[in-house]
């Protein structure tokens, strides 16, 4: 399996993504990667900040050709606003920063960090807690869904609920609706739906406030078996809640039903085992989300992430000063009314990552011929069942 590393601060000079593991001969493309690392940024409720923080991205090992080349893969994402506004205060060279921060914010990592790494100054914790990270995880997700598709998974995301407002059941978006997902401004696949969130939004920005929601992140095509039963750490269901729960503000993690099966019967609960009309075996319900013991049961996944709404409010929140012992206000700086449209692209890239590992654990190989080839002879053998 591939492994990866990131690092860098929000507003350090750059953030670093290292791949190590991927087979050779896979496609790479820097305009493609940029896409995704576009998408990131989409959606309505965003802080005018995201519109400063362009990436611009530069491709330090492992390509060559636009192929990879089966040595680590590393990127590195430059902060286009880091030489001219905070050189100095990000400096990695001896000194003191001008300004501490002593306030630490609520809902944020400031607290347990300053205590944990002894510092009174909340920046050398938020700067790698912001989700500024995510960039970074985006670079290994986009070549995690490369090596998906060389197998013909698609993996996706879209809007389910911000705030009160819920979409209604119905049919599960497919791949191709991915274009008019992104076009939509909160990233929600049902316009009625879509504009009422808008509101929403617009409704707490104007109250001072902030708004969380939920995302459903959906894969196509899988092979029965990514993931197995035989140990705690392997089972896929516990490696994609994992993968979700790492991203910042995600605070529920929901397997196809998971809330409602817990509401119901046992007798209604399940995805009975069928003959289909191709003559194999199939299931005419999609209850369990698409794993079963901890192994994908092939065809679609669907997974549902909770965020939490931004804890940078403009109501401010009662913190207090750790050098002074004061009761204060938790500092503001611009900030997202409502994040969840891009909560949910960088969903899609962790889960990414975990299937293409579980690909690559089951299917092999060195150079992504190989692992095609282990995969068609795979799906050849379970055409029995
Ligand atoms: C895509 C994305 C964007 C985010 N944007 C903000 C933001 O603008 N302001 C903010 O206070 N928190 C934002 N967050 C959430 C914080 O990073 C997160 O709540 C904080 O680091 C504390 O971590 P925890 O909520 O996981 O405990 C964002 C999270 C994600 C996934």
Known sequence: MFTYLTAGESHGPGL?????????????????????????????????????????????????????????VAVVIRNTEHDEKWSEEMSPHRGEPKRRMTTPRPGHADLAGMVKYDTHDAR????????????????????????????????FSHVVEIGKVRVPPGPVPEPDDLTDIDASPVRCFHPASAAQMEAEIQAARDAGDTLGGVVEIVATDLPTGLGSHVHWDRKLDARLAHALMSVQAIKGVEIGDGFD??????????????????GGLGRETDRAGGTEGGMSIGGRLRVRAAMKPIATVMKRLRSVDVDSGEPTQAFFERSDICAVPRAGVVCEQVVAIVLAQEAQRMFGGDTIEDLIAAHERYRGRITDF
């Open 16 to 72: 670093v993504a290292v791949v190590e593991g991927l087979p050779a001969g896979m496609g790479f493309s820097v305009d493609d990667l940029r896409h995704e690392l576009a998408r990131r940024r989409l959606g309505y409720g965003r802080s005018p900040r995201m519109g400063i923080e362009k990436d611009e991205v530069e491709v330090i090992g492992g390509i060559r050709h636009g192929r990879t080349l089966g040595s680590p």
């Open 124 to 155: 050398n914790i938020l700067e790698r807690a912001s989700a500024r990270e995510t960039a970074a995880r985006t670079v290994v997700g986009y070549l995690a869904k490369t090596l998906l598709g060389y197998l013909g998974i698609a993996v």
């Open 261 to 278: 099966q817990a509401r119901t019967s046992g007798s209604m609960a399940h995805d009975e085992i069928v003959v289909a009309n191709h």
